[in-house]
């Protein structure tokens, strides 16, 4: 047997994670054999994978040839004994402690010595799963997503008695597949699961404080920052029912630690059966299967007659002026007797930069310096700024046909949480060194699809302008939810990039 790259894989559980995991690797060349405990399962597994491949021949993207040799190498097992041969056995059965254990243990009772056993499990802990293992050191986690050959990304999960050695056989077996392996540690939400968290909680926390509405804060986040779906669109995808009960557990496991704190706003529409796209309903409604939204309003005709004052401190302020000169009107250059005053506060709400700065807070507006004046444009209000104020600068900010969101008040607008949160996340879990600099930005641009990875987001943001933020938005709201990692604050304060690699201790 080649020892580093497994040539014969078992697959127990023949539903939808495994039919993709048996596919993927028969594809890949390995002969699969599939297993499941109800009759018929595995045959019926079988036979929609080479389904699938032959729709993929019909539609060129496989060769008759290429076809044929993936269907030979796929093949039905109708008991765990038939799996004796393997060198390497996934289960893929239901999300049940117990029922993996005694699966595990029956496994060993077949397989070789030097086979590994891999759970495809998303939320129990591995080590939870070895117990009974009479061999934990050869069990570990092989986190497959959905589609799995599709979806590029694979976490091996490293237990604390999973061998070296055994993490090695598995970053092979799936780098023979064209995917990106990437290595996490046995901890909650392992770590695709992990650092999604900050999008999903502070989506909600942003509509629990009514900044904006569900269809607002999506917008922002898609349009300005450039996530293919927002917070909510992906809880409806995802299942708010799913989503809750994940949000909760990692809560839970991770000692009830603020970042990870789950929104109250979930339990209800959990109860009302409003799950999302598989319900009909959930923070949007569907038709034939697409979200019903409403229009973005409608800016208002620019009416505004008197000066505009820009913060000379504005991040663009010289684009503000351009498109206020543009528009006709003057710039002004004391607040005190301009129409409009605008300000780009970086972790601040407007309320406090007007209180601070004695600005006129019935005049003034403050725009997100993050998304800029391109793509989209959000307009932050503070508590008491004016109607007229408030169309004054939709409808100029608007005038040249880019998007405006218009919010209230918030530390940080929505774009600036989101982002500061998300990469506030990934340094701790760097710090706790559940996964690699790389493997954590790998992971979330491949596994989430967001525009970058974490860290590599934040660097191009600046590592001390997160912190900026997050230290302004904690220091307004009190909640330890927005403390900055360590990890994150001694590279700011030294100026040195996030993914700066510190030195190893001796020995390590």
């Known amino acids: 047997m080649d020892a580093i790259e497994p040539r014969c894989i078992g697959v127990v559980g023949a539903g939808v994670m495994g039919r993709g995991i048996a596919q993927l690797f028969a594809q890949a060349g390995h002969r699969v054999l599939c297993h499941d405990s109800v009759a018929g399962a595995a045959t019926d597994a079988v036979a929609e994978v080479?389904?699938?491949?032959?729709?993929?021949?019909?539609?060129?993207?496989?060769?008759?040839?290429?076809?044929?040799?993936?269907?030979?190498?796929?093949?039905?097992?109708?008991?765990?004994?038939?799996?004796?041969?393997?060198?390497?056995?996934?289960?893929?059965i239901v999300e049940r402690l117990d029922a993996k254990q005694a699966l595990l243990v029956d496994l060993e009772g077949h397989v070789r010595a030097e086979a590994l056993l891999v759970s495809n499990t998303s939320s129990l802990m591995v080590a939870a799963i070895a117990a009974r293992?009479?061999?934990?050191?050869?069990?570990?986690?092989?986190?497959?997503?959905?589609?799995?050959?599709?979806?590029?990304?694979?976490?091996?999960?490293?237990?604390?008695?999973t061998a070296p050695s055994a993490v090695e056989r598995l970053g092979a077996l799936v780098a023979s597949t064209g995917h990106r392996a990437v290595i996490a540690k046995d901890q909650p939400g392992f770590l695709i699961n992990h650092a999604g968290r900050g999008l999903y909680t502070e989506g909600l926390r942003l509509l629990e404080e009514g900044v904006a509405d569900y269809a607002a804060i999506d917008r922002v986040l898609r349009e300005g920052l450039g996530f293919r779906m927002g917070p909510f669109e992906l809880l409806d995808l995802t299942g708010l029912d799913?989503?809750?009960?994940?949000?909760?557990?990692?809560?839970?496991?991770?000692?009830?630690?603020?970042?990870?704190?789950?929104?109250?706003?979930?339990?209800?529409?959990?109860?009302?059966?409003?799950?999302?796209?598989?319900?009909?309903e959930g923070w949007y409604r569907y038709h034939e299967g697409k979200a019903v939204r409403s229009p973005a309003p409608v800016p208002?005709?620019?009416?505004?007659?008197?000066?505009?004052?820009i913060d000379p401190k504005a991040e663009h302020a010289d684009l503000l002026?351009?498109?206020?000169?543009?528009?006709?009107?003057?710039?002004?250059?004391?607040p005190e007797q301009a129409a409009l005053l605008i300000i780009q506060p970086w972790g601040d709400d407007a309320s406090t930069v007007c209180a601070r700065d004695g600005l006129n807070?019935?005049?003034c507006v403050a725009v997100d310096p993050l998304i800029g004046l391109t793509g989209h444009i959000t307009l932050m209000l503070t508590i008491a700024t004016s109607s007229q104020a408030r169309d004054a600068a939709h409808a100029l900010l608007a005038a040249d046909g880019v998007p405006v969101t218009v919010i209230h008040d918030s530390p940080g607008f929505i774009a600036q949480r989101v982002l500061a949160m998300i990469v506030n996340i990934a340094a701790e879990i760097s710090q706790r060194g559940i996964a690699s600099i790389a493997d954590i930005d790998d992971a979330?641009?491949?596994?989430?699809?967001?525009?970058?990875?974490?860290?590599?987001?934040?660097?191009?943001?600046?590592?001390?302008?997160?912190?900026?933020?997050?230290?302004?938005?904690?220091?307004?709201?009190?909640?330890?939810?927005?403390?900055?990692?360590?990890?994150?604050?001694?590279?700011?304060?030294?100026?040195?990039?996030?993914?700066?690699?510190?030195?190893?201790?001796?020995?390590a």
């Open 444 to 507: 979330v641009s491949v596994g989430l699809g967001y525009p970058h990875g974490p860290l590599a987001w934040g660097d191009r943001l600046g590592a001390g302008r997160v912190l900026t933020i997050l230290e302004r938005i904690q220091k307004q709201r009190g909640d330890p939810r927005y403390r900055p990692a360590p990890w994150l604050s001694r590279r700011a304060r030294l100026g040195l990039p996030l993914r700066h690699q510190e030195a190893a201790l001796p020995g």
């Open 300 to 309: 208002p005709e620019l009416t505004l007659k008197g000066p505009v004052w």
């Open 361 to 363: 807070p019935e005049r």
């Open 242 to 280: 799913v989503s809750g009960q994940v949000m909760q557990s990692i809560y839970e496991q991770f000692q009830h630690e603020p970042r990870f704190r789950p929104s109250s706003l979930v339990p209800p529409r959990v109860a009302a059966g409003l799950y999302g796209r598989k319900s009909g």
């Open 133 to 161: 293992c009479r061999h934990p050191e050869r069990v570990a986690g092989l986190h497959f997503f959905n589609p799995a050959p599709l979806m590029k990304v694979v976490e091996i999960v490293a237990a604390v008695r």
């Open 321 to 334: 002026g351009e498109r206020v000169r543009a528009q006709g009107l003057t710039l002004g250059d004391q």
């Open 50 to 92: 080479r389904a699938r491949w032959q729709r993929s021949q019909e539609k060129g993207r496989l060769s008759a040839a290429q076809k044929n040799a993936a269907g030979a190498r796929l093949a039905v097992a109708e008991k765990l004994a038939d799996l004796a041969e393997c060198d390497l056995v996934i289960e893929a």
